[in-house]
């Protein structure tokens, strides 16, 4: 498997912001990945390797592009009606078969290409209804303008352009582009195989009994879905015992097989928490205390020369550290540029107080402000295990380190759960 060439993950322990560790972290991490060709059909979601350059001009020639009749301009009258004969036909993929007189015009449909010319080139097409045909002839209407309802060759694209960066994820659209400049392949990052484990003696998996003190793992399946959702492929190890001899083989043997390991819970230096010592024992690890709410303490390392995450044991903090830190870490081993979250200005219906220095996530359902906009309601449990407050709520909106308080009426930026990779579509 890639690996990490040094310990990218070293820190020496101070409160940092969000936005300076992303920024130094991402300074530091390179693609672990391999790269492969690709059909356009199986590129989806994953990260170019390579840019990706036009073959091809687009459109390739100039064409209509309305119904209509492809004139001369300079044919035209200014101020009356110009009659024109008709002397043939294009269609997209049937061009005109031969030079196009002056004084003529011909009758193009949508995505035609232009008729080649004599003395110049037609360069504008009357669409069909602002004429009339009488019989084999055009009437066309004075007043328009040089140009009208042609595409220009190479309007869109131009021939040997940079048409997609290398590190770009690629969605729909950047398929039809590869596409339209002439590619049916492309060089992309192998995505990132993640081993996914939870640990603690007393999590349990769902649909069986759970004894006293028990609980059912939440976190395997949030983390699973945001993996996948992020374009890993996930490898889950299930719930391991929180032994520490135990814990050493599991973490070799999974860093031995994936680009990344995965937990959440168990880092800490309980005497029941082995995590770190297994991590250890094999590796390095080092606490990022991150300047947000919810989720402070992450564990960043290393499994030998393989990442490893280790995310807090609540599953509202869990899933937002994933979302804001991890994430993009993990783009960025994928070989992806990471794309930030959009936040969507919206009202705040509430008003809320918080510390300096320190970012903060609240989670908010939206309701109309009566007046085209949106308001922010918070949800009334905020605690960081409450998983109801991420399923009864449209999302997060976020305050500042700078912001302390937060009055009614105030706005604020806005995180769908479908920006963070969080939502159901």
């Known amino acids: 498997m890639a690996q990490l060439s040094d ?51 687009v459109p390739p020639r100039d064409n209509s592009a309305v119904d209509g009749y492809a004139v001369y301009f300079d044919d035209l009258s200014s101020d009356a009606e110009t009659v024109l004969p008709v002397i043939g036909r294009a269609a997209a993929g049937h061009p005109f078969p031969g030079p196009q007189p002056r004084g003529t015009a011909v009758r193009v449909l949508t995505g035609a290409v232009m008729p080649e010319g004599q003395n110049g080139a037609p360069d ?42 290398a590190e770009r994820l690629l969605g729909a659209a950047e398929l039809a582009l590869a596409a339209a400049a002439g590619h049916a392949t492309l060089e992309v990052y192998r995505p990132l195989k993640v081993a996914l484990l939870s640990t603690g003696d007393e999590v ?6 759970l004894p006293p003190g028990g609980i059912y793992d939440a976190n395997r399946p949030l983390l699973s879905a945001l993996l996948a959702a992020a374009g890993c492929v996930v490898s889950d190890l299930g719930i391991q015992p929180d ?24 880092v800490s230096t309980g005497d029941e928490d082995h995590v770190k010592a297994a991590i250890e024992a094999n590796g390095s690890l080092h606490f990022w205390r991150l300047a947000i709410k919810p989720g402070r303490p992450v564990a960043l390392g290393q499994i030998g020369r393989v990442p490893f995450f280790g995310l807090p044991g609540n599953p509202v903090a869990a899933m937002l550290t994933f979302c804001f830190f991890a994430r993009p870490l993990l783009q960025r081993l994928g070989g992806a540029v990471p794309v930030p979250p959009r936040g969507y200005p919206v009202v705040s219906g509430f008003g809320y107080k918080k510390k300096s220095d320190r970012r903060e996530w609240v989670r908010v359902s ?28 449209d999302g997060l909106i976020e305050l ?10 105030m706005r604020v930026p806005f995180y769908p759960y479908a920006e963070l990779g969080s939502g159901a579509v």
């Open 400 to 409: 500042a380190e700078d912001v302390t308080r937060l009055e009614p009426g």
């Open 366 to 393: 939206l309701e109309s402000d009566g007046q085209g906009g949106w308001r922010a309601e918070k949800y009334p449990v905020d605690g960081a295990g409450v998983i109801t407050s991420l399923t009864r709520t």
């Open 124 to 165: 504008t097409v009357m669409m069909q209804e602002d004429c009339r045909l009488e019989g084999e002839r055009v009437v066309i209407r004075p007043g328009i303008k040089r140009g009208a309802n042609r595409r220009l060759a190479g309007e869109d694209v131009r021939s040997g352009e940079i048409v997609l960066p």
């Open 243 to 266: 032994r520490r001899d135990h814990l050493v083989r599991v973490f070799g043997e999974a860093a031995a097989t994936h680009d990344a390991v995965i937990s959440s819970g168990g």
């Open 7 to 57: 310990d990218c993950f070293a820190h020496g322990g101070a409160l940092i912001r969000l936005d300076d560790a992303l920024a130094d972290l991402g300074q530091r991490l390179k693609p672990v990945t391999t790269v492969e060709t690709l059909p356009l059909q199986g590129c989806r979601g994953r990260a170019l390797a390579r840019p990706v350059e036009a073959q091809v001009a």
């Open 204 to 209: 349990h998996p769902a649909g069986g009994s």
